[in-house]
């Protein structure tokens, strides 16, 4: 079940691309909104995103750089670590679009109302502020092979084979 792209109204004028991925499902399934590395949405965020509709999630993977140099960037593009600084700037605008993309979750029937944030590389502090200041339920971090989870109760890390 591929994925589409679709635009997300932004609170604060607007709008951002967000690549969708809805699972065939009666049910109420919940969401996982993935944050990107600094490359973007690009084919492997859109792969990640498939597979795990395959497995019965709502996928969102928003375009957390629509504000400067949108859409993905190849891993040998320089403009990657421009529009990616300076970060806490970035980083704190970008904090709104993940909000906005769970609050458009919440416009499907589909969703049960629970999502996770999960961050990959450059995504990191994405997901770890979803629990604390933006609304998700849970929080997962990737970087180098190595992932973090944290859902509300007790967090655990390691080396999971990534």
Not at 31 to 53: C, M, N, Q
Not at 106 to 114: A, D, I, S, V, Y
Not at 138 to 143: A, G, L, S
Request: proline letters at 7%; one cysteine or more.
């Amino acid at each position: 079940m591929p994925g589409k792209a679709t635009n997300i109204r932004s609170s604060d004028g607007g709008e951002f691309s967000c690549y969708l991925v809805i699972p065939e499902t009666e049910d109420p399934v919940p969401a996982i909104v993935l944050a990107s590395a600094v490359h973007g949405v690009d084919a492997d965020i859109r792969v990640i995103a498939d597979e795990f509709a395959a497995r019965g999630f709502i996928v969102a993977a928003p375009d957390l750089f629509w504000r400067s140099i949108p859409g993905p960037l190849s891993r040998h593009d320089d403009r990657a670590a421009q529009r990616s600084q300076p970060r806490l700037k970035k980083i704190k605008v970008g904090e709104r679009d993940m909000a906005d993309t769970l609050a458009y979750l919440g416009t499907l029937p589909k969703f049960n109302g629970r999502a996770a944030a999960m961050g990959l590389c450059y995504g990191g502090p994405y997901a770890i502020l979803g629990p604390k200041r933006l609304g998700y339920a849970v929080h997962v971090v990737t970087k180098d092979g190595k992932a973090s989870i944290d859902v509300g109760e007790k967090a655990v890390g390691g080396d999971f084979g990534c």
